[in-house]
C-alpha cells in the first residue's frame, strides 16, 4: 500500500465547485462508486463532506496508471492529484453539490484495499438494523448517517453558546454515585476498595444539580450522560445523554421563557426553522382529557370527547355498567371514513386490547343511516345528539371506547394516533410545540400499593396543595411541566422542594420512613439546612430532540455507537463475561458463572 508522504490534501471531497476549475487539488477519501467505459474510468469519490467525480483517462495518465486505476473498487482508501474542470452541460450532475466540476487525476495512490461491504455504503439502503450495528463503522460512512452525527455536533455547540451567553456555568457532576429509590433500575458498579459496596451509575444529575444551586452557582448546565437499566424501545437506551439545567432565584414563567429562547435559537441555527414564541401552554388535566395522552401530538384534531351522557341510563350493558362504576364512555370522529372496512374495524378491537381496553364500538353515519353494533338499544334521537355533540356528518366514523378514565384514555389516545396516520392528517414538515403543565404530584400504583412520585420526589406541590399531601394526594398539583414536539416529550422539569421540612412531608407521603430517607438522601437533606434557595430546572433528552430535527424514526440513527433492543453492543460484542480473576478482586461471585461451572 502507498502513503500520502508528498501529497497534503488540499481541499474536501464536497467542497469543489467552478471557482476552483483550473486549479490543482489533492483530494482524500473513499470510492463510492466506480464506471468502467474502457480506456475512461469514473469515480465517485467520498469523504465527510460529500462526493466528486474523478476521471482516470488512459490516453493522458499512461498504462501503467491507468492499470492502477482498474483496480479501484468499493470502499478504496484513495488520494488524488489532479486538475479542477468544468463538466460539460450535458453531462452535469444535478444530484451531486459538486456535479458541475470533476478532476482529472494526475497522480492517483492507493492508501488501502477494502473487503466488498455487507451492504451498501449509500442512504436509503434497506438492510436488517441488526447487520448496520454489527459493522457500525461502515453504517456510519453512509451520508444520511454523517449527517446526523453532524447535526448532533451543532446542536450541542449552539446550546452551549446559548448558555454560556445567558451567564450559565457547565460544570461536571459524578459519574459514580449512590443508588437511590424510585425511577427506573440502577447500573450498579461494584467498588474494589470497599468490597460488597456498590455506586450507582447517575439516571441523572438530579441531586448534584440541586447541591450546586444551595453551593451558590445560581444557573448551571451539563450534556451529560445518564444511565438506566430498564426495557427498552426505538426512543430509549441504556446510556443515553440529556441536556440538564438548574437555575437559582426564578419562577416557573422565568424558566419556561428561557427554554423557549433556547428551542427556538437552536432549530433557527440547526436546521433554519423559524419557531414562534411563546409556545402554547396546556393543563395536564386538559391534555388527558382531550387527547388521552399527557404528551399529545396537535398537529391534527380528532380530539376526544365524552358521550356519556347520552349513553347513559339504556340496557346495554357494556355502557351502563362502566358509567355505574364511575367509567366514561369517549369517541373520536375520523371523518370521511363512515366506509371503513369490517375486516379493518376488527383489526381495531385487536389494537385497542394492547392498551388495556376490553373492546371497541363504533357509529357510522351512512347515507343509508346510522350503522352501530349498539344501535338497537338507543333511539334515532340519541344518535342525533351524538353527531351534533361531536361535530359529525354524514359519510363519518366515531370511535367508542367504554372504560375506566385512565384506560379510555390511554387506549382511545393511541387510537386517535393511529387513525391519524392511517388517514394521512400528520404533517411530517409541521413542528408543533407545547408546553405540559400543573401535572399531577403523585400517581397510585396498584403493584406497590402506594403513591409515588409522578416526576421525582424533589418536585415542589403548589402552594395551594400542599395542605392534601398526607390526607388527599391525588388532589395535589406539582410546579412541573413537560415540552412536548409532535406528540414526543423532549423535555421536562420543575420548582424544587428547598425547604427540608416539606421535603420530608413529600418523603412520607411516597412511603419513605425518616430512616429509609436519610439513609438515602440524608447528605442533601442536612445541606437543606444551611440555606437553600428558590429553584428549579428541567432536562432535555438530547438524542431524542436530534432525531426529531433529523426526522428519524429511532434515536439509535443519530447514536454513534448505540445499543440494541436487547442492551447490547452488536459490534463490540457488549456486554461479556469476565475471567474469575476479576470478579475475585471485586468480591463477586454470580449465580450464572456457578451454574455454567
Same mark, same amino acid.
Given at each position: 500500500?502507498?502513503?500520502?508522504?508528498?501529497?497534503?490534501?488540499?481541499?474536501?471531497?464536497?467542497?469543489?465547485?467552478?471557482?476552483?476549475?483550473?486549479?490543482?487539488?489533492?483530494?482524500? =477519501?473513499?470510492?463510492?462508486?466506480?464506471? /468502467?467505459?474502457?480506456?475512461?474510468?469514473?469515480?465517485?469519490?467520498?469523504?465527510?463532506?460529500?462526493?466528486?467525480?474523478?476521471?482516470?483517462?488512459?490516453?493522458?495518465?499512461?498504462?501503467?496508471?491507468?492499470?492502477?486505476?482498474?483496480?479501484?473498487?468499493?470502499?478504496?482508501?484513495? =488520494?488524488?492529484?489532479?486538475?479542477?474542470?468544468?463538466?460539460?452541460?450535458?453531462?452535469?450532475?444535478?444530484?451531486?453539490?459538486?456535479?458541475?466540476?470533476?478532476?482529472?487525476?494526475?497522480?492517483?495512490?492507493?492508501?488501502?484495499?477494502?473487503?466488498?461491504?455487507? $451492504?451498501?455504503?449509500?442512504?436509503?439502503?434497506?438492510?436488517?438494523?441488526?447487520?448496520?450495528?454489527?459493522?457500525?463503522?461502515?453504517?456510519?460512512?453512509?451520508?444520511? &448517517?454523517?449527517?446526523?452525527? &453532524?447535526?448532533?455536533?451543532?446542536?450541542?455547540?449552539?446550546?452551549?453558546?446559548?448558555?454560556?451567553?445567558?451567564?450559565?456555568?457547565?460544570?461536571?457532576?459524578?459519574?459514580?454515585?449512590?443508588?437511590?429509590?424510585?425511577?427506573?433500575?440502577? $447500573?450498579?458498579?461494584?467498588? @474494589?476498595?470497599?468490597?460488597?459496596?456498590?455506586?450507582?451509575?447517575?439516571?441523572?444529575?438530579?441531586?448534584?444539580?440541586?447541591?450546586?444551586?444551595?453551593?451558590?452557582?445560581?444557573?448551571?448546565?451539563?450534556?451529560? @450522560?445518564?444511565?438506566?437499566?430498564?426495557?427498552?424501545?426505538?426512543?430509549?437506551?441504556?446510556?443515553?445523554?440529556?441536556?440538564?439545567?438548574?437555575?437559582?432565584?426564578?419562577?416557573?414563567?422565568?424558566?419556561?421563557?428561557?427554554?423557549?429562547?433556547?428551542?427556538?435559537?437552536?432549530?433557527?441555527?440547526?436546521?433554519?426553522?423559524?419557531?414562534?414564541?411563546?409556545?402554547?401552554?396546556?393543563?395536564?388535566?386538559?391534555? &388527558?382529557?382531550?387527547?388521552?395522552?399527557?404528551?399529545?401530538?396537535?398537529?391534527?384534531?380528532?380530539?376526544?370527547?365524552?358521550?356519556?351522557?347520552?349513553?347513559?341510563?339504556? /340496557?346495554?350493558?357494556?355502557?351502563?355498567?362502566?358509567?355505574?362504576? =364511575?367509567?366514561?364512555?369517549?369517541?373520536?370522529?375520523?371523518?370521511?371514513?363512515?366506509?371503513?372496512?369490517?375486516?379493518?374495524?376488527?383489526?381495531?378491537?385487536?389494537?385497542?386490547?394492547?392498551?388495556?381496553?376490553?373492546?371497541?364500538?363504533?357509529?357510522?353515519?351512512?347515507?343509508?343511516?346510522?350503522?352501530?353494533?349498539?344501535?338497537?338499544?338507543?333511539?334515532?334521537?340519541?344518535?342525533?345528539?351524538?353527531?351534533?355533540?361531536?361535530?359529525?356528518?354524514?359519510?363519518?366514523?366515531?370511535?367508542?371506547?367504554?372504560?375506566?378514565?385512565?384506560?379510555?384514555?390511554?387506549?382511545?389516545?393511541?387510537?386517535?394516533?393511529?387513525?391519524?396516520? @392511517?388517514?394521512?392528517?400528520?404533517?411530517?414538515?409541521?413542528?408543533?410545540?407545547?408546553?405540559?403543565?400543573?401535572?399531577?404530584?403523585?400517581?397510585?400504583?396498584?403493584?406497590?400499593? @402506594?403513591?409515588?412520585?409522578?416526576?421525582?420526589?424533589?418536585?415542589?406541590?403548589?402552594?395551594?396543595?400542599?395542605?392534601?399531601?398526607?390526607?388527599?394526594?391525588?388532589?395535589?398539583?406539582?410546579?412541573?411541566?413537560?415540552?412536548?414536539?409532535?406528540?414526543?416529550?423532549?423535555?421536562?422539569?420543575?420548582?424544587?422542594?428547598?425547604?427540608?421540612?416539606?421535603?420530608?412531608?413529600?418523603?412520607?407521603?411516597?412511603?419513605?420512613?425518616?430512616?429509609?430517607?436519610?439513609?438515602? $438522601? =440524608?447528605?442533601?437533606?442536612?445541606?437543606?439546612?444551611?440555606?437553600?434557595?428558590?429553584?428549579?430546572?428541567?432536562?432535555?433528552?438530547?438524542?431524542?430532540?436530534?432525531?426529531?430535527?433529523?426526522?428519524?424514526?429511532?434515536?439509535?440513527?443519530?447514536?454513534?455507537?448505540?445499543?440494541?433492543?436487547?442492551?447490547?453492543?452488536?459490534?463490540?460484542?457488549?456486554?461479556?463475561?469476565?475471567?474469575?480473576?476479576?470478579?475475585?478482586?471485586?468480591?463477586?461471585?454470580?449465580?450464572?458463572?456457578?451454574?455454567?461451572?
Amino acid at each position: 500500500m502507498e502513503t500520502l508522504e508528498g501529497m497534503k490534501r488540499t481541499h474536501h471531497c464536497g467542497a469543489l465547485r467552478k471557482p476552483e476549475v483550473g486549479q490543482e487539488v489533492v483530494v482524500c =477519501g473513499w470510492v463510492s462508486r466506480r464506471r /468502467d467505459h474502457g480506456g475512461l474510468i469514473f469515480v465517485d469519490l467520498r469523504d465527510r463532506s460529500g462526493f466528486v467525480q474523478v476521471v482516470y483517462d488512459e490516453a493522458a495518465m499512461g498504462e501503467e496508471a491507468f492499470h492502477k486505476a482498474e483496480t479501484l473498487r468499493s470502499e478504496f482508501v484513495i =488520494g488524488v492529484r489532479g486538475k479542477i474542470r468544468a463538466r460539460a452541460a450535458e453531462t452535469v450532475n444535478p444530484h451531486m453539490e459538486t456535479g458541475e466540476v470533476e478532476i482529472v487525476c494526475e497522480e492517483l495512490r492507493v492508501l488501502n484495499s477494502a473487503k466488498t461491504p455487507p $451492504f451498501y455504503i449509500q442512504d436509503n439502503i434497506d438492510v436488517d438494523e441488526m447487520l448496520r450495528l454489527k459493522y457500525r463503522y461502515l453504517d456510519l460512512r453512509r451520508p444520511e &448517517m454523517q449527517k446526523n452525527i &453532524m447535526l448532533r455536533h451543532r446542536v450541542t455547540k449552539i446550546m452551549r453558546d446559548y448558555f454560556d451567553r445567558n451567564d450559565f456555568l457547565e460544570i461536571e457532576t459524578p459519574m459514580l454515585c449512590k443508588s437511590t429509590p424510585e425511577g427506573a433500575r440502577d $447500573f450498579l458498579v461494584p467498588s @474494589r476498595l470497599n468490597p460488597g459496596t456498590f455506586y450507582a451509575l447517575p439516571q441523572s444529575p438530579q441531586i448534584y444539580k440541586q447541591i450546586l444551586m444551595l453551593s451558590g452557582f445560581e444557573k448551571y448546565f451539563q450534556i451529560v @450522560r445518564c444511565f438506566r437499566d430498564e426495557d427498552l424501545r426505538a426512543d430509549r437506551q441504556p446510556e443515553f445523554t440529556q441536556l440538564d439545567i438548574e437555575m437559582s432565584f426564578i419562577d416557573q414563567e422565568t424558566i419556561l421563557t428561557m427554554m423557549e429562547g433556547m428551542v427556538t435559537e437552536l432549530f433557527d441555527k440547526a436546521i433554519g426553522a423559524k419557531l414562534k414564541a411563546p409556545f402554547l401552554r396546556m393543563t395536564w388535566d386538559d391534555a &388527558m382529557e382531550r387527547f388521552g395522552s399527557d404528551k399529545p401530538d396537535l398537529r391534527f384534531g380528532m380530539e376526544l370527547m365524552d358521550i356519556s351522557e347520552y349513553v347513559r341510563g339504556s /340496557d346495554f350493558k357494556v355502557f351502563s355498567s362502566v358509567l355505574q362504576n =364511575g367509567g366514561q364512555v369517549k369517541v373520536i370522529n375520523v371523518e370521511g371514513y363512515a366506509n371503513i372496512p369490517r375486516r379493518e374495524l376488527d383489526g381495531l378491537v385487536e389494537y385497542v386490547k394492547t392498551y388495556g381496553a376490553k373492546g371497541l364500538a363504533w357509529i357510522q353515519y351512512t347515507e343509508e343511516g346510522v350503522k352501530s353494533p349498539f344501535k338497537k338499544f338507543y333511539d334515532d334521537t340519541t344518535f342525533e345528539k351524538i353527531k351534533e355533540a361531536c361535530h359529525a356528518k354524514t359519510g363519518d366514523l366515531l370511535l367508542v371506547i367504554a372504560d375506566k378514565p385512565l384506560v379510555v384514555a390511554q387506549a382511545l389516545g393511541a387510537l386517535r394516533l393511529e387513525m391519524g396516520r @392511517r388517514r394521512n392528517l400528520i404533517d411530517p414538515d409541521k413542528l408543533n410545540f407545547l408546553w405540559v403543565v400543573d401535572f399531577p404530584m403523585f400517581e397510585y400504583s396498584e403493584e406497590d400499593k @402506594r403513591w409515588k412520585a409522578m416526576h421525582h420526589p424533589f418536585t415542589a406541590p403548589r402552594d395551594e396543595d400542599v395542605e392534601y399531601l398526607m390526607t388527599d394526594p391525588g388532589r395535589v398539583k406539582a410546579n412541573a411541566y413537560d415540552m412536548v414536539l409532535n406528540g414526543v416529550e423532549i423535555g421536562g422539569g420543575s420548582l424544587r422542594i428547598y425547604n427540608s421540612d416539606l421535603q420530608e412531608k413529600v418523603f412520607e407521603a411516597v412511603g419513605l420512613t425518616p430512616e429509609v430517607a436519610h439513609e438515602k $438522601f =440524608g447528605f442533601m437533606m442536612d445541606a437543606f439546612k444551611y440555606g437553600t434557595p428558590p429553584h428549579g430546572g428541567l432536562a432535555f433528552g438530547l438524542d431524542r430532540l436530534v432525531m426529531l430535527m433529523a426526522k428519524r424514526k429511532s434515536i439509535r440513527d443519530v447514536i454513534a455507537f448505540p445499543k440494541t433492543q436487547s442492551a447490547s453492543d452488536a459490534m463490540a460484542q457488549a456486554p461479556a463475561e469476565v475471567d474469575d480473576k476479576q470478579l475475585r478482586e471485586l468480591s463477586i461471585r454470580t449465580a450464572v458463572t456457578a451454574k455454567k461451572k
